[in-house]
């Protein structure tokens, strides 16, 4: 990003992620044109370029901002649960939830983006997110309800491969019932999975 987006005002960045959202929800990334989304905007072309970089940065920034938004939910949200299990049941859910509310925005993160390119990119890490997800897990190992024997690391993939997964095939199919009706159903079979089968 060559300027600060500091220089915008609030107003303007809410046009040009809405024109985003509208652009990149309903194309294919390749077809998804930078300057399609500066005319939905009402901004120059070079204004995008300015801010935000190319097409791929101007993408990736709002991804990194709706997955930073998806993570202060779970951290509000997990305020107050106790047990592992629970703080994990309730992660399952608020992902779910969140695909489901906010579905343009996921199907670009997980449908659209190309992941080769996403991988490169720095917001791709999101440290925050993973470090919520990964507390929870490993004080699931320490206190002995999480199988002990596989590294935090792999349950994290684990976790995210079938809630994207899930994701993607409810958006594909179009599946009318919500995301969430069956989550504790889809939880007790991941957790029959990373359950400490030893307890």
Not at 15 to 35: P, Q
Not at 125 to 143: A, F, I, N, R, T
Request: glycine share 4%; with cysteine; proline share 3%.
């Amino acid at each position: 990003m060559n300027y600060s987006l500091d220089e915008l005002s609030p107003e303007i960045q809410d046009r040009i992620e809405a024109a985003v959202l509208d652009v990149f929800a309903k194309n294919n990334f390749h077809e998804a044109s930078i300057r399609t989304v500066a005319k939905k905007a009402r901004v120059s072309l070079s204004y995008i370029y300015k801010y935000y970089g190319n097409k791929e940065k101007l993408v990736l920034f709002f991804a990194d901002k709706w997955l930073k938004e998806l993570t202060g939910r779970m951290i509000d949200h997990l305020n107050g649960i106790e047990e592992p299990k629970e703080k994990l049941r309730k992660i399952f859910w608020l992902c779910l939830e969140f695909c489901e509310r906010k579905i343009d925005e996921a199907r670009i993160m997980f449908l659209n983006i190309p992941l080769n390119s996403w991988v490169r990119d720095e917001s791709f890490k999101q440290e925050k997110y993973y470090k919520v997800l990964s507390d929870v897990l490993k004080d699931g190992q320490k206190s002995g309800v999480f199988n002990p024997d596989v590294h935090p690391s792999m349950l994290l993939d684990i976790i995210n491969g079938i809630l994207i997964r899930r994701f993607s095939m409810w958006f594909s199919r179009g599946e009318k019932e919500s995301l969430t009706n069956d989550v504790n159903k889809l939880f007790e079979m991941v957790w029959q999975a990373i359950s400490n089968s030893r307890k």
